[in-house]
């Protein structure tokens, strides 16, 4: 079946530095890709969304970057920051049926 | 805005037993969903609704029902717990459907133990 995953459980990152989170999707017919940000004990919060259409789109300190030919779909975090550290969530959406990933978790070192 | 409301925060059941997570919102939000969150996996969808007295299926509804008679309310139903039915219930809420936009509300979840 249609799935969506990631390449990696974990993530460990350098405060400051720059983060990429990665998600490999099989869904060609979504209509939007959704990055979600989970925080320990708590429910998921929307980061950013990218259209199918689209190949990038930034927010503030985030970029996706969607890449259709490979099937992937990435998160970037500038500076990243001790709050950041959470699991992150790649997923896929079309009509009224949503998808998620299995989730990265990201680490934040002082 | 008290945003997406859940209730009980913590459940344990015993197998066989019935009971209803409540879900709130007072976004005036059309879309309304269910999610449960297993250890190791994503959320996955549970039952949706797109508006009161709509509702519809989503990747595993089985064991589970829903009703949406109002637009802010939208409960779970659990028939009859069985123990694979242990995990963390997410209810969220958003504008319009997961087509567009994206941007789902999300409760803080209700941790279910089915013994």
């Known amino acids: 079946g249609e799935s969506v995953g990631l390449h990696l459980p974990t993530l460990s990152v350098q405060e400051g530095d720059n983060s990429i989170i990665n998600c490999a999707y099989s869904n060609s017919a979504s209509d939007y890709f959704i990055w979600y940000k989970q925080e320990s004990g708590k429910g998921p919060q929307f980061i950013i969304d990218i259209r199918s259409n689209m190949d990038k789109r930034q927010g503030q300190r985030v970029t996706v970057l969607l890449n259709k030919t490979v099937k992937h779909l990435s998160l970037q975090i500038a500076a990243t920051q001790p709050g950041d550290s959470a699991v992150y969530f790649c997923?896929?959406?079309?009509?009224?049926?949503?998808?998620f990933g299995a989730g990265t978790r990201l680490t934040v070192k002082p | 805005n008290a945003g997406v409301t859940q209730t009980p925060k913590f459940q344990v059941l015993k197998t066989g037993q019935s009971m209803t997570l409540q879900c709130a919102q007072d976004?005036?939000?059309?879309?309304m969903s269910w999610y449960r969150q297993d250890p190791g996996m994503g959320l996955r969808l549970i039952h949706y609704?797109?508006?009161?007295?709509?509702?519809d299926q989503g990747e595993v509804p089985n064991g589970y029902n829903v009703s949406r008679s109002t637009t802010e309310d939208f409960p779970l139903r659990l028939l009859s717990a069985a123990p694979s039915q242990t995990s963390v219930y997410f209810c969220a809420s958003s504008y319009s459907g997961g087509g567009a936009p994206n941007e789902q509300f999300f409760g803080p979840g209700t941790r279910l133990t089915v013994l």
């Open positions: 609704s797109v508006g009161a007295g709509i509702t």
């Open positions: 997923a896929q959406s079309g009509g009224n049926d949503m998808r």
């Open positions: 976004m005036n939000h059309e879309y």
